[in-house]
T-cell receptor, first 113, second 112 residues
Framework: KAGVTQTPRYLIKTRGQQVTLSCSPI?????VSWYQQTPGQGLQFLFE???????NKGNFPGRFSGRQFSNSRSEMNVSTLELGDSALYLC????????????FGQGTRLTVV | AQRVTQPEKLLSVFKGAPVELKCNYS??????LFWYVQYSRQRLQLLLR??SRESIKGFTADLNKGETSFHLKKPFAQEEDSAMYYC??????????????FGTGTRLTIIP
């Protein structure tokens, strides 16, 4: 069974630009969560989607947004990039909720210059 | 609000010695706790959850509600245990849905 796939793996963007990251969950999984991972802050929750609806949201500014499609694939968008947005962005999928188990992708390494 | 604290960013232990990674939590409801592990160049993955009370790779963790702790323990460390360990709490968010909150992680290094 294929795991969670995130694309692209690496990305370099300039301040002020916007970026879209993609996540394909494990087949059959309907919940997709996004996290920002940095050395200083660890894993911080961004948002969670279930059946195309945002079900949970973390404490990130409105520049961070996401969506989920009918096939459960999810995208995350960051507009007006700042240097501090440089991080590893992880996506995790779960069957229904994270109560069962969250399966993580390998992440997208975003560098803002 | 839910919060997970891992007080040690780095922990070095000799091979064969006991390991304890500390985790404390703050949550007003009845929590479910997890330990996730990330080995070098691998994905973050579930190690164990308190509700199943199982031992994985020799690791155990007991939920202590009185001390609001969920420390991860192993009696004899092995070199392959070197990894980043995250404690996580599943609680109900302000949106009324289940949400995983992670600690900042502890990097465990086993010294040969």
């Amino acid at each position: 069974k294929a795991g969670v796939t995130q694309t692209p793996r690496y990305l370099i963007k300039t301040r002020g630009q916007q970026v879209t990251l993609s996540c394909s969950p494990i087949s059959g999984h309907r919940s997709v969560s996004w996290y920002q991972q940095t050395p200083g802050q660890g894993l911080q929750f961004l948002f969670e989607y279930f059946s195309e609806t945002q079900r949970n949201k973390g404490n990130f500014p409105g520049r961070f947004s996401g969506r989920q499609f009918s096939n459960s694939r999810s995208e995350m968008n960051v507009s007006t990039l700042e240097l501090g947005d440089s991080a590893l962005y992880l996506c995790a999928s779960s069957l229904v909720t994270v109560r069962t188990e969250a399966f993580f992708g390998q992440g997208t390494r975003l560098t803002v210059v | 609000a839910q919060r997970v604290t891992q007080p040690e960013k780095l922990l070095s232990v000799f091979k064969g010695a006991p390991v304890e990674l500390k985790c404390n939590y703050s949550y007003s409801g009845s929590p479910e706790l997890f330990w996730y592990v990330q080995y070098s160049r691998q994905r973050l993955q579930l190690l164990l959850r308190h509700i199943s009370r199982e031992s994985i790779k020799g690791f155990t963790a007991d939920l202590n509600k009185g001390e609001t702790s969920f420390h991860l323990k192993k009696p004899f460390a092995q070199e392959e245990d070197s990894a980043m360990y995250y404690c996580a709490l599943m609680g109900v968010s302000n949106f009324g849905n289940e949400k995983l909150t992670f600690g900042t992680g502890t990097r465990l290094t086993i010294i040969p």
